[in-house]
């Protein structure tokens, strides 16, 4: 077996429109080719040996015991490998289940889908699947020891990619309501929402989150003056630089029992409590001291009870939870080390934040807190006597959270909502001593010791006792108000032919509202008037660059096949999906063989059209109009044909449509026709004459009228838009050249030629003379298909080959053309000049006086700089 290809899918795809996480194995299965899993001795009985939980796998039979019951049966390993690579992914506490195996037109070749939580982890996962299964079906052991190497990988890899415990928890409520969200590259930074309308979080703190409330907050002494200053209760004390004035600093605090701690600490770090002796004072400022990144100390008052942790957001109190420190209880047999080893070996115990609990780590401040119950590890605590191993609560110490939300006392509760306002956060975690919560603070000797900007939410959403609160619903409630998604309006473009001249109409229509629009194109990825980054870029990645960048309002995304099958698309739904038509292109590649799977391909982005969004379709292409029982949204249809059945049906039931009536662009909206401008006054169609432009606008109009822009804004966009050099440079380009024309035009298939031929036969003052050519990566036949449409269109014509022959070698295109052309008889003056330059300067000094020449180029540039004699740019 060897694998041939992997790709990893992030987003909507020809597989799946709502699974998005996706791994695609292309896989030679070799030698293993048609032998069932029945026919290889021992693999059945081997491969559940290993994996015995298979079991669990439900696969066609819809049952328990599923996909066994198939294994048995016999299938091909493909689809042994899609459930292997599922179920190790599973093991590795990834739980997943979907997955696909198809055939392909290579014999023994297939196409292994399955999902995966962390991309890097699913491609592991597959590899050792292969591995595997090539192994199990040669009739050798896989060892159990390399099955546990391969998954402790595969937790390793799901670790390394987790952003915490708190963001995790915000990307998955973000996930609920259908917020949309991306990692930015850059510290564990999290994008939510696109665009003008995104919003950015890093654990708890957010972009709203204010510089001078985290820098108030990180100062405990600022804080504690702010508190005071507000009547709100806080420990009594001082801030210290030097050893020397450690004394006089205990007597403003009014003397023992005492607290030491780093003035900007945090994670309890640095902090010794209950100090009761001048010498363990000393002790103490020394370990602040060095904790201090500032080198100040603050000594302040202990004040018994107990920890509490209020989380506001927004101004109001969402969660509370005591916290108490990592204990152990004796049992009369086991010394306190013991003791510990065992609490350390409950499962929910991990390292740092990644857990429930963290392990309690045996260090110079849990000595210390032993020391002063008179401890040491080696002692043997009595049965059910409890032992502190730490002072502070900090989860991350190992402490324990036991949810109080429902018991706090409502003026507790207004205070810390004052606290968070003085500081000014607008997340902030409050911590509280005080011995009964359920009281105000100020009848029992309660204090606020800090305030915490960027807050873990650990204790309230997986507290170790009480009620769990959701607090990252809130937090997002903060950060998108009115249940918003944080979405821009995004217009996704595909089609075999038109998609970069529409992107750009309809982006220079939606311009007219004065917003901000990117746009990605064939030609580079556009914002506002600018480019933004030269290239083909049709993909998922120049997708994201619009949809990240925060100044965007409205996102136009030509979206073409190779980047929805490679990657899947950027965005998983669209307010309008446009699909403009779907030929033969393209064929051959990434498995699409025919013209039908191309369809699925491309129905993707009507698939992806949100239900209150609108897919704009072509009423004339049969397999567009098939889409239209996948669309979640409203259909538009555009026609050049008012009376086009498809249109009119579609209008009797009160649907929306465009198209031309008496020589005017219209909307349709059932019953109602409202008219936009006449054809005459686009530039695009060449007054009308371009059928096919005539119909990218209309799929344009329809698309930019669904977010917003009006008629006049419709009508003034169209006629802006001009056809020419600049704006579609290799579109429809029409230069009068002394006394006869050329045309420039980047037709590159069947389609494309039969589009510009209706133009080309319409032109009768003189004779039509194509320069033609292909792109090397298409199908033989579709060459020679291009062939037969040129000969039925040009009085002479001359083929050429670009100089990108993409692979093949040179002459080959040019002869699968010519044997298209000899076929037809029309054509009556054939020459290969297979050098694009010597070729078009050929057939400019052939025309004479009202003659069209039109060039097919490779590089529209050059092409201009020969036909206007201008130095290329
Ligand atoms: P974190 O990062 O968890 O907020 P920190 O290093 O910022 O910790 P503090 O919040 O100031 O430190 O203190 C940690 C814990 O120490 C408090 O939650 C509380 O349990 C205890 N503590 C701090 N100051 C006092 C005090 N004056 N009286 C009693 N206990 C205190
Ligand atoms: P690519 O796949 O190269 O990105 P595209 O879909 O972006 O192409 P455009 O660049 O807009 O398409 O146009 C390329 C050529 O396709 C045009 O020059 C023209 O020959 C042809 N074409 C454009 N629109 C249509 C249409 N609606 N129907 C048929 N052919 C078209
Ligand atoms: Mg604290
Ligand atoms: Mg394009």
């Known amino acids: 077996m060897k694998i041939l290809q992997v790709l990893t899918l992030r987003g909507p795809n020809y597989w799946s429109i709502r699974r998005h996480r996706l791994i695609v194995l292309r896989l030679d299965l070799e030698d293993l080719d048609e032998r069932f899993s029945d026919e290889l001795r021992g693999f059945y009985e081997a491969l559940v040996g290993l994996l015995p939980s298979l079991e669990e796998h439900f696969c066609s039979p819809g049952c328990r015991g599923g996909f066994l019951q198939r294994l048995r049966e016999g299938t091909l390993m493909g689809h042994v490998i899609e459930h292997v690579a599922l179920e190790l992914q599973s093991l590795a506490g990834m739980p997943l289940n979907f997955g ?86 850059v510290r564990d930074v999290v994008q939510l929402g696109w665009g003008v309308k995104q919003r950015r979080l890093q654990a708890a703190q957010t972009d709203l989150t204010g510089m001078l409330g985290v820098e108030l907050a990180g100062d405990k002494d600022s804080t504690k003056i702010l508190l005071q200053t507000a009547g ?13 004035d450690l004394e006089e600093a205990i007597d403003r605090a009014g003397g023992f029992p005492l607290v030491i701690k780093p003035l900007d600490g945090n994670h309890g770090r640095g902090i010794t409590l209950n100090i009761r002796t001048y010498p363990d004072a000393a002790v103490a400022y020394d370990l602040a001291k060095q904790s201090a990144k500032t080198g100040s100390v603050i000594v302040e008052r202990y004040h018994r009870g107990g920890d509490y942790r209020v989380l506001v957001v927004g101004g109001q109190v969402v969660a509370a939870a005591q916290r108490v420190p990592a204990q152990v209880v004796g049992d009369g047999r086991s010394t306190i080390s013991e003791l510990v080893a065992r609490l350390n070996q409950d499962p929910r115990r991990g390292e740092g934040h990644d857990n429930v609990l963290t392990r309690v780590e045996l260090n110079q401040a849990s000595d210390w807190v032993l020391r002063q ?45 004052r606290a968070a306002r003085w500081v000014g956060l607008d997340i902030a975690g409050i911590d509280l001593i005080t011995p009964d919560i359920t009281q105000p603070l100020r009848l029992v000797d309660g204090v606020v010791v800090e305030v915490n900007a960027a807050p873990g939410l650990r204790m309230h959403l997986q507290p170790s006792e009480g009620t769990p609160r959701n607090v990252s619903a809130p937090i997002l409630d903060l950060l998108f108000p009115g249940g918003s998604r944080g979405e821009i309006p995004i217009v996704a473009i595909t089609g075999t032919n038109g998609k970069t001249t529409t ?23 556009y914002i506002g008037d600018y480019l933004a980054e030269p290239g083909d870029n049709t993909g998922p990645q120049s997708a994201r660059l619009i949809l990240n960048d925060p100044a965007v309002e409205l996102a136009v995304l030509e979206s073409a096949r190779g980047g929805i099958l490679r990657s899947g698309l950027a965005f998983p739904h669209c307010q309008v999906g446009v699909v403009l038509n779907v030929s033969d292109d393209h064929l051959g590649s990434y ?92 530039p695009l169609t060449l007054g009308g004459t371009v059928r096919f432009m ?15 822009v009006n008629l006049d804004q419709l009508a003034a966009g169209l006629r802006t838009f001009a056809a020419g050099v600049a704006q579609t440079p290799g579109r429809m380009n029409l230069l009068a050249v ?132 201008t130095p290329p740019q």
């Open 100 to 185: 696909r195996t198809r055939e392909t037109r290579n014999r023994g070749v297939y196409n292994v889908v399955y999902e995966y939580q962390q991309e890097r982890a699913g491609r592991v996962a597959g590899r050792a699947a292969v591995r595997i299964c090539a192994t199990l079906a040669d009739g050798e052991r896989y060892p159990q020891a390399e099955l546990a190497a391969d998954l402790a990988e595969l937790r390793e890899l799901k670790q390394a990619a987790s952003l915490g415990l708190t963001t995790d928890a915000l990307i998955q409520a973000a996930e609920q309501r259908g917020i949309p969200w991306v990692r930015l590259p």
């Open 232 to 244: 709100i209760p806080v420990p009594e004390g001082d801030v210290i630089r030097r050893f020397e």
């Open 373 to 417: 119950q008179g401890h040491s590890l080696d002692t043997i605590l009595r049965p059910g006597e409890i032992c502190y191993l730490k002072n502070t609560a900090n989860l991350s110490t190992g402490g324990m959270a036991i949810d109080c939300t429902d018991t706090i006392h409502p003026e507790n509760r207004w205070l810390c909502e």
């Open 503 to 525: 992107t750009r109409l309809t982006a220079h229509l939606c311009k007219q509202t004065g917003k901000t629009v990117g746009f990605t194109t064939t030609d580079g990825t």
């Open 591 to 682: 498995d699409i063989e025919t013209l039908e799977q191309m369809a699925s391909v491309k129905s993707v982005v009507a698939e992806v059209v949100h239900p209150d969004g609108l897919a704009v379709l072509n009423a004339e292409d049969e397999l567009v109009v098939a889409m239209a029982q996948r669309v979640k949204g409203a259909v538009g249809y555009f026609s050049l044909d008012p009376e086009h059945p498809v249109l009119r049906q579609h209008l009797q039931r009160g649907g929306l449509g465009a198209t031309v009536i008496n020589g005017e662009i219209t909307l349709l909206e059932g019953e109602k026709t409202i008219p936009v401008l006449p054809v005459q006054e686009v």
């Open 694 to 708: 005539t119909a990218n606008a209309l799929a344009a109009v329809l698309a930019a009228y669904r977010v917003g």
């Open 738 to 869: 002394q006394d006869f024309h050329v045309l420039i035009d980047y037709a590159h298939n069947p389609h494309g030629y039969r589009a510009v031929g209706e133009f080309v036969a319409g032109w009768q003052k003189g004779e039509r003379i194509g320069v033609i050519g292909a792109p090397g990566d298409r199908r033989d036949e579709d060459l020679r298909e291009m062939g037969r449409i040129a000969a039925g269109l040009f009085d002479r014509l001359i083929i050429k080959e670009d100089d990108d022959t993409r692979g093949r070698p040179r002459g080959e295109a040019a002869n699968w053309l010519q044997m298209g052309v000899t076929e037809t008889v029309a054509t009556r003056v054939l020459q290969v000049i297979l050098d694009e330059t010597e070729a078009i300067e050929t057939a400019l000094k052939q025309a004479k006086t009202g003659d069209l020449v039109v060039v097919f180029p490779e590089s529209v540039q050059r092409t201009l700089a020969l036909v206007l004699g």
